[in-house]
């Protein structure tokens, strides 16, 4: 159970109106919540900003699976990081290309550094990473 | 099989030095495939800015998984939206919290509209949508 | 003079203490102010996703001031697009390298069309765009 | 007069052709001219995530004209920044609006810091800041 305040916010009639309209199309069903999110949303980007920050991330990689050699090249890259690897998930998009999604918990800049080793493999067509930190 | 087409580029020496260090730290064994790699990331990014282009996303959730009720919304939000929802993937990150990972297909737009209801139920904490287009 | 609205808003007191302390070290004095331009910055980032939205923006292009028939095709571009140019201000970076920033008003597609020409003639170097929408 | 190299790149025929679409749809002339600024603009997003980088900037900020004494407060900002502050533009919106652009040159960090301060001025509706680094 969480220890609530309640902080009061002067805000411009119009500005406000101006946001409950945008978080209403969201799907907020009150402001508090929308202004929570707001706060923790540009919390956890600035901590990202910090390489040494605790960071979980999900590496996608989209590749041809007809590349043989690859599977074993991101088994091998997973296992000489010090990262937590916590799951990964493969699936089939079409007849030539796969989507992996590594799911890493670590330091902001090892799970970079991760990425960009998988992302340079030949076979992997694209990559993409999205790193959440949570404080 | 694919049908190759060779290229030719003209570099500025001090640029190719740059570029070379650049990717040799990232792990590419060649230029061609870092020159491609670059190519896919600037296609791919342009689709997205396009509402009615068709992507696959991992929609990333945090919450709090006392939040009872909260599981039984986003199965909810999966059946109404009319997307490919393909898998999910649930991850415990600490006592509290929770990472949930949706992965969907579809309308870059209605991703988004999916992304926007998840993020703003209560309960959710954190989301990142990391979206990515396969022309 | 506008018309102030008071808003309460409940928040975690972890989640606040954060918060504070985020928003103390970029300099405001206050918790509204800063909940204010969190939320000016969302609803303007909301804004840029419309392609028909009004927006204002500096387009930045680094070139090699060598490159003598560039200038000239600045100026044809600035003259040929129905954008509101407003100003523009060239500075000297070093011996090879000027800074243009060309300040326009327009529709969001209009200008992004009109950054992405000017980014692309010879002599161009890096270009990008910075976009405010004011609503 | 810059050293030029020759590099050969080998691409898919159909990747090519959706490159080609792009770069012409932008007002590309070759594909060469092209590819160096995909290169430029990554080395310079790499640049930019180093604290220590130098870089140059443009720090937008919208303000209201009728904060008699923000216009004090940001010129005393610039002067207790050791950072080379180029040159400034303002601009005259609408009615209540401003757009003002303070260019600086110096390490990534440290206008980060000072655009943090800038924006968190009471007063200060919007801020936005665009970062090249020019290696």
Excluded at 19 to 31: H, K, T, V, W
Excluded at 34 to 54: F, N
Aim: charged share 25%; hydrophobic share 45%.
């Amino acid at each position: 159970m969480s220890d609530l305040e309640r902080v009061g916010v002067s805000l411009d009639k119009a500005l406000l109106g101006q946001f409950d309209e945008l978080i209403a199309g969201q799907g907020y069903m009150n402001r508090s919540e929308a202004v929570r999110d707001l706060i923790r949303d540009r919390l956890s980007a600035k901590q990202l900003g910090d390489p040494a920050a605790d960071a979980v991330a999900g590496i996608f990689l989209v590749y041809d699976h007809h590349s043989t050699t690859l599977t074993n090249k991101l088994l091998h890259l997973q296992h000489d990081h010090v990262l937590d690897i916590v799951a990964s998930i493969h699936l089939h998009l079409d007849h030539h290309n796969c989507l992996e999604i590594i799911i890493v918990k670590g330091k902001v800049k090892k799970i970079q550094a991760l990425a960009d080793k998988m992302g340079s493999l030949k076979g992997v067509k694209l990559s993409k990473t999205n790193m959440i930190s949570i404080t």
